[in-house]
């Protein structure tokens, strides 16, 4: 398989800290313009064309009074197409960047080879972030995405990015590794599963840790019986091809300051919900159910390219949960590596089976903070939609820096209870604990329960259960329904929020 973020890295951004010339306007195809909402005469006098443009802008607004944005030709020899766009200098990041993917979206039919970008009008910091949301966005625009028709879509001609109008250069050293990280999440669960098999993603794997320098080992069957990894075992069991295992992958920088961040994810790369088959509905696009295990790589890959100096591992915990005489059943009982003892209710919850073990090897690493992804449950898409993603810890006064991460990188979160009470669901007469129950009440909030079993207390835990890993249209700045939620996150939770110095409860 290729590497497939390799384009969008090439793409070149220039910035210069003054207003673009009507020279420039006019060798330019597509030239977008940003201004504030509510336009005065300064902001219109820092333009090229800035009388054509006004009259035209204010004649709009005058049909159209919620119409901010104007898509208009200069009468210039190259007639350049403007897009001329007002935005509200206090929008959310949310906000900012779905209005970003929009006009992005607007700039890719165009399929420029250059884009001329002005900013003008708006206070530093408003200014920053604007062309933050806009870079991110466009370069999202041009991910190339799998596709196996006869005919695929040409890839995009952009490669060049000129922004003018800031006073200050912006640092996009953040955006270039996130896109990279985003597209490779989001490319690899496209893939269909006859293609993303566990050989294959292993393989694909192994060959970018060479390319990127981690270090890889894979703990296949043997190894994981070795350690007693039963819940996982069980889920694979009834794979036809002895291919399932735990990836592990180690990133160690030149000069460390000893602290070591552990990424784990859900790597399923089919869920067809085993003896508790699901119906048609709920089996298709169960290709994407290991879009946890893709976005713990690619914020792996986002967070080496930036160089970050301290430890991380990524563990990929990859699987298929078959049907067939070999799987695992309702009431069958298990025990994971940590010796905790599980009571299966149904084989459709194997991602907190697969999840159980691989959370248990990870911990007797001791890494400081420990983060998951996983698309484990309906339930939390039913409590907040595939618009935001739920996220529970073993830390309560780390909610409001979850939500704040959440907030300020555009993929939001929301904090789930995670008190010791909802254990009394999971009592089992058999086994130290049920694998679910058949209720399916609160089932996102007993989930994480369960996985905080596999988890020792000295370490701080964040699961992320990824409801908004797929949103019809896009979600934010990201064009595809397949969208990568949590390499974003991640980044703005590490790095803006500086989670890994934080002492909580």
Not at 63 to 76: G, R, W
Not at 221 to 229: F, K, Y
Not at 404 to 409: I, N, Y
Request: charged content about 20%.
């Amino acid at each position: 398989m290729e590497i497939p973020y390799r384009h969008t890295e090439k793409i070149k951004i220039n910035q210069y800290a003054k207003d673009a010339t009507a020279s420039r306007f006019d060798t330019r195809n597509v030239v977008l313009v940003i201004l504030p909402d509510t336009t005065r005469m300064a902001h219109w006098q820092r333009l090229p064309w800035a009388d054509v443009l006004k009259q035209r802008y204010q004649r709009m607004q005058r049909q159209q009074p919620d119409n901010h944005q104007l898509v208009t030709d200069l009468p210039n020899e190259n007639g350049t197409q403007v897009i001329l766009q007002g935005i509200a200098p206090k929008s959310s990041s949310f906000e900012l960047l779905t209005l970003a993917r929009k006009l992005a979206a607007t700039l890719h039919t165009r399929n420029p080879a250059s884009l001329l970008l002005q900013v003008s009008g708006f206070a530093a910091p408003a200014g920053a972030r604007i062309v933050e949301a806009l870079v991110v966005a466009i370069l999202a625009s041009v991910c190339p995405m799998p596709s196996y028709k006869k005919k695929p879509c040409p890839a995009a001609a952009l490669n060049r990015i000129e922004i003018y109008g800031l006073a200050e250069k912006l640092d996009l050293t953040q955006v270039r590794a996130e896109i990279s990280g985003n597209h490779l999440a989001r490319w690899l669960s496209a893939l269909p599963a006859n293609e993303l098999t566990p050989t294959a993603y292993r393989k694909f794997v192994a060959g970018l840790a060479e390319q990127e320098g981690w270090q890889m080992r894979f703990l296949d069957s043997r190894a994981l019986r070795r350690s007693r990894a039963g819940a996982f075992l069980a889920v694979a069991q009834a794979s036809p091809v002895d291919d399932a295992g735990i990836i592990r992958l180690r990133y160690r920088p030149g000069r460390r300051n000893g602290k070591h961040l552990a990424l784990v994810g859900k790597g399923i790369c089919f869920d067809t919900g085993g003896v508790n088959v699901k119906l048609a509905k709920y089996m298709n696009g169960m290709h994407e159910d290991m879009q946890g295990s893709a976005v713990a790589l690619g914020t792996l890959l986002a967070l080496s390219r930036l160089k970050t100096d301290y430890a991380v591992d990524c563990w990929l915990a990859l699987a298929q949960n078959h049907i067939g005489s070999k799987a695992y059943k309702p009431n069958d009982v298990v025990t994971a590596s940590n010796g905790t003892s599980i009571e299966v209710i149904h084989t459709d919850a194997e991602g907190r089976m697969v999840l159980a073990d691989t959370l248990a090897l990870a911990s007797r690493e001791k890494p400081r903070l420990l983060i998951d992804y996983a698309t484990l449950t309906g339930a939390c898409i039913h409590a907040l939609s595939s618009r935001y993603s739920g996220v529970f810890s073993n830390r309560s006064t780390l909610h409001d820096t979850l939500i704040t991460a959440g907030r300020e990188s555009g993929e939001r979160v929301w904090p789930f209870p995670l008190d010791a009470d909802f254990d009394d669901s999971l009592q089992s007469t058999l086994a130290d604990t049920k694998q679910c129950t058949l209720e399916g009440e609160a089932d996102h909030i007993l989930a994480a329960r369960f996985l905080k079993k596999f988890v020792t207390d000295d370490i701080h835990w964040i699961h992320v259960d990824l409801a908004a890993s797929n949103h019809e249209g896009g979600l934010g700045h990201i064009p595809t329904a397949t969208t990568g939620f949590g390499v974003r996150f991640t980044l703005n939770l590490v790095l803006q929020q500086g989670i890994l110095d934080k002492s909580w409860n």
